[in-house]
């Protein structure tokens, strides 16, 4: 099993709160990538990181944003949380070096807004 | 546009029996494809990688085929366990980004009754 985390894995709140998603990994992976993932649906990428200091927005337009102060770290917030961010969360990391590498997913953080 | 497409959709088998779960893809220029396997509630596991010029990989009762001209790959699964119940994803890596930009696939939802 990789060794990233994510909590909390659940988490029901009311509409208008802020809420932070937290994801860790102990593999020194410079790449951190968010998705985003819906029932029966495809992952998508809502945000990635090459590193420290620098986060990118992925292909899937989302409110929320996220921030890369150590390379360990991606939180992941939403200011005001609304019953359309309801989903599941997944955070992943992989390898810098060149070219496409495996992910390494976290078990995800399932949203619900009410 | 890149694409990736499995089928079936949700599939359910008896245990001890094989299956195979077939995917398409329409991603260019192609690095690699790798086959997820992602139970409920967990983030997805990486079972097999294949690239361009590998046409069959196993991993233990699990076997992924690729036909990279038609741009077709298959998972094939012998002696099916209760524990292989969960999507299995199909999904494909670009070389045209130094991110390594994965298309992921719907995923076909396995369920295997005793």
């Known amino acids: 099993e990789a060794d990233i985390y994510q909590t909390p894995r659940y988490l029901v709140i009311g509409t208008g709160k802020k809420i932070t998603l937290e994801c860790s990994q102990t593999m020194g992976h410079d790449k951190m990538y968010w998705y985003q993932q819906d029932p029966g649906m495809e992952l998508h990428l809502i945000h990635y990181s090459y590193g420290v200091n620098s986060t990118e927005k992925g292909d899937l337009s989302s409110e929320s944003t996220v921030s890369r102060i150590r390379t360990e770290h991606f939180p992941l917030t939403l200011e005001s949380a609304r019953p359309s961010h309801t989903s599941q969360y997944l955070c992943a990391s992989s390898e810098m070096s060149a070219g496409p590498n495996e992910q390494f997913f976290g078990p995800g953080t399932r949203l619900t807004v009410l | 546009k890149n694409q990736v497409e499995q089928s079936p959709q949700s599939l359910i088998i008896l245990e001890g029996k094989n299956c195979t779960l077939q995917?398409?893809?329409?991603?260019?220029?192609?690095?690699?494809l790798r086959w997820y396997k992602q139970d409920t509630g967990r983030g997805p596991v990486s079972l097999t990688i294949m690239t361009f010029s590998e046409n069959t990989k196993s991993n233990g009762r699990y076997t992924a085929t690729l036909d990279a001209d038609t741009k077709q790959s298959s998972l094939h699964i012998t002696a099916s366990q209760l524990s292989d119940s969960a999507s299995y994803i199909c999904v494909v890596s670009d070389r045209g980004s130094t991110l390594g930009r994965l298309y992921f696939g719907r995923g076909t939802q396995l369920t295997v009754w005793p």
């Open positions: 995917c398409n893809y329409t991603v260019s220029p192609f690095s690699n």
